[in-house]
């Protein structure tokens, strides 16, 4: 589990693109809006999918 902090998640809006976007990625995942972070289950390359995804949305994304 990677842990990835996206500190400009900032409403359900915005949990609904991200939610949207890993889902077509086929990535498990968790997305937890009160603590601005996606939480991903999967290798790095799953990691890497995910903040290519979060940034083609216009997020900020930083992993760790």
Not at 35 to 47: F, L, P, S
């Amino acid at each position: 589990m990677t842990t990835i902090q996206v500190p400009d998640m900032m409403c359900e809006n915005c949990v609904k693109r991200i939610t949207n976007a890993l889902t077509a990625a086929q990535l498990k995942f968790q997305v937890d809006l009160a603590g601005k972070t996606v939480t991903i289950d999967g290798c790095d390359n799953c990691v890497k999918t995910a903040v290519s995804e979060l940034e083609d949305l216009g997020f900020t994304p930083k992993v760790g």
